[in-house]
């Protein structure tokens, strides 16, 4: 079946499709995943339990804590030698997340993305600007695939050298432009920097995620880069980018590719499955990867499942956009950052108490984080030199840790306000 059939099956075929490639998928992980076999028996399920698609609430979730407990490669379904990529994300502590992709999973990640792109409008015939990160983060990588296998040109750019990237637009007659919504509105600051104006673009749409962004922030880019702004999702555990995008048509939300990535909302506090239309938070089962399939992984992203039809004709449902998470993951400059992973940072480090506090703000487009550390009494009364030495060597851990440069500003003991229940870790400052 083509993709064109696949996106506009009645539901009933879909789901039968679905049906299907859940049970194959139960079944090799109860086989190849001790340690998710571990969990289906202490939950008495059996892979023959799963009859129909709501046999799946039977089965447990999986969380990012399970991929700590199995880093790096514990919970792969093939032998390593079938593997032929990995990926990784920031994970709460030290740990990343690391995925890993067969030959067949990485066919799979193309096809995926192309689709995606096909949403948007993009054809053979474009010329796409991919400004997503190369390296451990998916988003460059999965963006390129995407891109060749659509047939389109691929001008692969990555981040950075943004006064460079526009002329390249301008010159090579770039039609399409991918990257983070923040890195878009950065593009558009050094168009303005160099002298370019959108006119002498070809640029017509920008395909955006890897980050929380608003209505106003779309509108801002659309308006700064004379484009259509469209919406991305995806994450490093389900694939990478490619699991949901919006079409043209659509007013509001994302297609999810449902017939690889099987969704659910529920309730965050109870776990309890919520009819769509409800908010919570979203969990994914990979219905169709090799390497590291996924069932019921809480995604910990807040959104809402419609299945009204859409203008563009496709069945598939839709997410509604990312605003939040309940977790207090933040994302910095497309980087996954946690404030456990600072702490650690702060635990180890000599003269310094476990009091701090994580300030987002940001300046022009870019997001800024700042770290207030209180300081110990003895070292606090020391020479500046001291204090000074101090504060390079937390920043220098965490850009170690987290790969993002922070300010570090080290405060008087006891001047960070102490909470009587939750501590509040993270000021952010954003308006997203
Ligand atoms: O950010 C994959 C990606 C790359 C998606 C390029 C889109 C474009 P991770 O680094 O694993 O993967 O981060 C995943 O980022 O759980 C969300 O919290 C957030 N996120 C991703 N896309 C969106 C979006 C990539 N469109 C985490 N809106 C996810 C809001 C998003 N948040």
Not at 49 to 58: E, F, S
Not at 290 to 296: C, G, T, V
Not at 299 to 317: A, M, Q, V
Request: negative net charge; proline residues 5%.
């Amino acid at each position: 079946m083509n993709w064109n059939e696949i996106e506009t099956l009645p539901r009933a075929g879909l789901e039968s499709i679905q049906l299907k490639r859940l049970q194959a998928l139960v079944h090799r992980m109860y086989e190849r995943v001790l340690p998710y076999r571990e969990k289906m028996d202490q939950a008495g399920v059996k892979p023959a339990d799963i009859r129909t698609l709501v046999d799946l609430r039977k089965l447990p979730f999986t969380t990012k804590d399970d991929l700590r407990a199995s880093y790096p490669f514990g919970l792969f379904a093939t032998p390593m030698d079938d593997v032929i990529r990995v990926h990784a994300s920031s994970g709460t502590t030290g740990k990343s997340t690391v995925v890993g992709y067969t030959k067949t999973d990485i066919e799979l990640w193309a096809s995926v993305m192309a689709r995606c792109l096909t949403m948007a409008g993009v054809t053979r015939g474009d010329m796409v600007h991919n400004a997503y990160g190369y390296g451990l983060f998916t988003g460059g990588l999965g963006a390129h695939y995407g891109i060749e296998a659509l047939g389109a040109t691929v001008i692969p750019v990555s981040g950075g050298n943004s006064r460079r990237q526009v002329t390249i637009m301008r010159d090579f007659g770039s039609t399409v432009l991918l990257s983070t919504p923040s890195y878009a509105l950065n593009l558009a600051d050094a168009m303005t920097d160099v002298g370019i104006s959108p006119d002498e673009l070809r640029l017509r749409v920008g395909i955006h995620g890897a980050e929380p962004w608003s209505e106003s922030m779309r509108e801002e880019v659309e308006r700064k880069l004379g484009i259509r702004a469209v919406d991305i999702y995806g994450l490093s555990e389900i694939i990478g980018p490619g699991v949901a995008m919006e079409c043209l048509h659509s007013e509001h939300g994302m297609h999810i590719l449902e017939d690889n990535f099987l969704p659910e909302i529920v309730d965050p506090d109870t776990l309890e499955p919520l009819p769509y239309g409800e908010t919570g938070e979203l969990v994914f089962t990979t219905l169709t990867k090799e390497a590291f399939p996924l069932i019921r992984y809480r995604t910990k992203d807040i959104s809402r499942l419609f299945l009204e039809p859409c203008g563009c004709g496709r069945t598939l449902i839709r997410m509604e956009k990312v605003t939040g998470r309940t977790d207090d993951m933040l994302i910095i400059r497309g980087v996954n950052v946690f404030p456990s992973q600072v702490e650690h940072v702060l635990v180890g480090t000599e003269g310094v108490e476990p009091h701090y506090q994580i300030e987002v703000t940001r300046e022009g487009n870019l997001d800024v984080m700042a770290v207030l550390v209180e300081v110990s009494e003895h070292i606090f009364s020391d020479e500046i030199k001291v204090l000074e030495k101090l504060s390079k060597k937390i920043q220098a851990e965490i850009k170690d840790m987290l790969g993002v440069t922070c300010k570090v500003k080290l405060v008087e003991p006891r001047s960070i306000q102490r909470s009587e229940g939750k501590a509040q870790r993270v000021i952010d400052k954003r308006k997203l």
